[in-house]
């Protein structure tokens, strides 16, 4: 009975079986908790740190000993012209954050359902065709944003302005990038081709799921196409649609690379994240940049809530 009770001890101090398995699974997970803490909780905590602190150059020495000034660097975030409202011209990073967000997620989300109807039908090429689509959202961001930028360069061997002025539409070369008012839906346009892909291949495994019957009692009820789309594909989209806004609204919320290498954040494109980057390392000052992040945090935890509130329960119910 003593031997028994012996191998069944439990505890990571203890000497039974039970007791070994705990301390070799803690130390097969250790190297994982150790990356985990070290590239992901630390510096999240150490951000939140930060934004309370005045952190800059002059005392990187000695982080630890900034001093602590409560709530300023938010008020001076919230108070500077770069992130709030100074008018219809200028938006600030806070709003254009909002309508560069959602407008992109939305392009995206429609040009990746439009993709995914047109590859569900049966075609000649359609292989070929699923692979051409998945090139803009395959390719290396820098590449591709480095092809619009020559696309869209001011000068007269930019495509765009050699074609227009060529047809005689344009007299002289224009700076598309550089016109505030423009280049933010040029951005958006980029968003949207960028990442309709990841919403096509979603919305197209879906619709290849349902089931053809509902289809064929349509065509018995005497109805058309539109009538398919608007009773069975649509309401059977319904969660899927749900979850590639809300998962591509927090990722192009947090997104800093496509509009860096666009703009640099100019020209009316000034999001959360370039901002950010701005404060931190153009103006060096790092608490005033935590304080940036975590406001963007702030939207992107209540994103995710009604993420997990709304598409996750609704497909627990189902």
Same mark, same amino acid.
């Given at each position: 009975?003593?031997?028994?009770?012996?191998?069944?001890?439990?505890?990571?101090?203890?000497? =039974?079986?039970?007791?070994?398995?705990?301390?070799?699974?803690?130390?097969?997970?250790?190297?994982?908790?150790?990356?985990?803490?070290?590239?992901?909780?630390?510096?999240?905590?150490?951000?939140?740190?930060?934004?309370?602190?005045?952190?800059?150059?002059?005392?990187?020495?000695n982080?630890? =000993?900034?001093?602590?000034? =409560?709530?300023?660097?938010?008020?001076?975030?919230?108070?500077?012209?770069?992130?709030?409202?100074?008018?219809?011209?200028?938006?600030?990073?806070?709003?254009?954050?909002?309508?560069?967000?959602?407008?992109?997620?939305?392009?995206?989300?429609?040009?990746?359902?439009?993709?995914?109807?047109?590859?569900?039908?049966?075609?000649?090429?359609?292989?070929?065709?699923?692979?051409?689509?998945?090139?803009?959202?395959v390719?290396?961001?820098?590449?591709?944003?480095?092809?619009?930028?020559?696309?869209l360069?001011?000068?007269?061997? =930019?495509?765009?302005n050699?074609?227009?002025?060529?047809?005689?539409?344009?007299?002289?070369?224009?700076?598309?990038?550089?016109?505030?008012?423009?280049?933010?839906?040029?951005?958006?346009?980029?968003?949207?081709?960028?990442?309709?892909?990841?919403?096509?291949?979603?919305?197209?495994?879906?619709?290849?799921?349902?089931?053809?019957?509902?289809f064929?009692?349509?065509d018995?009820?005497?109805?058309?196409?539109?009538?398919?789309?608007?009773y069975?594909?649509?309401?059977?989209?319904?969660?899927?649609?749900?979850?590639?806004?809300?998962?591509?609204?927090?990722?192009?919320?947090?997104?800093?690379?496509?509009?860096?290498?666009?703009?640099?954040?100019?020209?009316?494109?000034?999001?959360?994240?370039?901002?950010?980057?701005?404060?931190?390392?153009?103006?060096?000052?790092?608490?005033?940049g935590?304080?940036?992040?975590?406001?963007?945090?702030?939207?992107?935890?209540?994103?995710?809530?009604?993420?997990?509130?709304?598409?996750?329960?609704?497909?627990?119910?189902?």
């Amino acid at each position: 009975m003593a031997h028994v009770k012996n191998e069944n001890q439990t505890g990571i101090f203890g000497k =039974g079986i039970r007791a070994q398995e705990t301390r070799l699974a803690w130390l097969l997970m250790s190297p994982t908790a150790l990356i985990v803490f070290g590239l992901v909780l630390f510096p999240a905590f150490f951000s939140i740190w930060i934004s309370f602190h005045d952190v800059g150059l002059d005392n990187l020495n000695n982080v630890f =000993g900034a001093e602590f000034t =409560g709530f300023d660097n938010y008020r001076d975030v919230i108070d500077d012209f770069a992130f709030k409202w100074q008018g219809w011209n200028q938006w600030g990073a806070f709003v254009t954050t909002i309508v560069y967000s959602f407008t992109s997620t939305i392009l995206t989300l429609f040009l990746g359902l439009i993709a995914a109807l047109i590859l569900n039908q049966k075609f000649v090429g359609r292989g070929l065709a699923r692979g051409i689509f998945l090139f803009p959202y395959v390719a290396p961001v820098v590449s591709v944003a480095f092809v619009w930028r020559w696309i869209l360069d001011p000068g007269p061997a =930019g495509v765009l302005n050699d074609v227009l002025m060529s047809t005689n539409v344009i007299d002289l070369p224009k700076a598309y990038l550089a016109q505030r008012g423009l280049a933010i839906w040029i951005v958006v346009l980029f968003q949207g081709w960028r990442y309709f892909p990841f919403a096509m291949l979603m919305i197209l495994a879906r619709l290849q799921a349902i089931d053809t019957t509902l289809f064929e009692a349509v065509d018995v009820d005497g109805g058309n196409a539109w009538d398919k789309f608007r009773y069975v594909t649509l309401p059977d989209l319904r969660y899927v649609l749900g979850a590639i806004f809300l998962l591509r609204l927090l990722w192009t919320f947090n997104k800093f690379d496509d509009i860096w290498l666009l703009t640099g954040g100019g020209y009316g494109t000034n999001v959360l994240p370039v901002l950010t980057y701005q404060f931190s390392f153009n103006s060096s000052n790092f608490g005033k940049g935590a304080a940036t992040a975590m406001i963007l945090l702030v939207f992107l935890v209540v994103f995710i809530v009604i993420y997990v509130l709304t598409v996750m329960r609704n497909l627990e119910e189902d």
